[in-house]
């Protein structure tokens, strides 16, 4: 079955740690890659996308992720978390032929310590 | 200026109701989703529309009824409400079916008593 899979569920950092959030999808084929981050309270907002050319893309408030075609992942990383950063975060994949159905991994909650 | 409003934003009702929701957006866009977010966070596609035609279905139970007046609108119904319907349910609209980013809204917090 075609899926999203984000390998952390919780993660906790205090202010300043570096960040690096999981995500790996099981489609073959050309895709499409999306981070979205669902502050506490407020709704689903995009961080950031991948469509084609350079695999390293960055996103708002200093977000970046790379996509590793081999490796079917595409990791969310932030060099410097803040305390704002506390919220969940989705990946999200569109297979870009037929259907184009947007699959989202269950999320990874991210608390930071101030 | 809100992109997508949901209305409302909470409801409580008893199991066996009948309760709508609604969605508009003031994005221009053709495309317009329904998402079910359950108690632990995982958000799941239930319907799409494009151009108020109907293009994607998921196994939904026969209880909800999506109905897009025009593009800009996408409404849902659900009958005879049950305990597992209990969950907080997202709008979304984006430029097209394909590629595109989706713009949510700020969902609605449905509970069945």
């Known amino acids: 079955a075609q899926s999203v899979s984000q390998h952390n569920h919780h993660v906790i950092l205090s202010e300043a740690a570096s960040l690096e959030l999981g995500c790996n999808y099981s489609?073959?084929?050309?895709?499409?890659l999306f981070w979205y981050v669902q502050y506490p309270g407020q709704h689903l907002q995009l961080l950031l996308k991948?469509?084609?050319?350079?695999?390293l893309v960055k996103g708002i408030k200093g977000f970046e992720a790379e996509f590793i075609k081999s490796k079917f992942s595409f990791n969310l990383r932030k060099p410097s978390v803040q305390w704002s950063d506390t919220a969940e975060y989705f990946c999200a994949v569109t297979r870009n032929t037929g259907g184009f159905k947007t699959i989202f991994g269950a999320g990874t909650r991210l608390f930071v310590k101030a | 200026d809100t992109a997508v409003s949901q209305t409302p934003k909470y409801l409580v009702t008893q199991m066996g109701n009948d309760k709508s929701i609604k969605c508009e957006q003031n994005l221009g866009h053709d495309t317009m989703y329904w998402y079910k977010q359950d108690s632990k966070k995982f958000l799941k596609i239930m319907f799409s529309y494009n151009n108020k035609e109907l293009i994607i279905n998921e196994t939904v139970p026969n209880r909800f009824s999506p109905k897009s007046p025009d593009k800009a609108h996408l409404n849902l119904h659900i009958n005879s409400l049950e305990l597992g319907d209990s969950a907080v349910y997202f709008c979304a609209s984006s430029q097209g079916p394909q590629t595109y980013e989706q713009y949510f809204g700020p969902g609605t917090r449905l509970t069945v008593t």
């Open positions: 991948y469509f084609s050319g350079d695999p």
């Open positions: 489609y073959g084929g050309t895709v499409n």
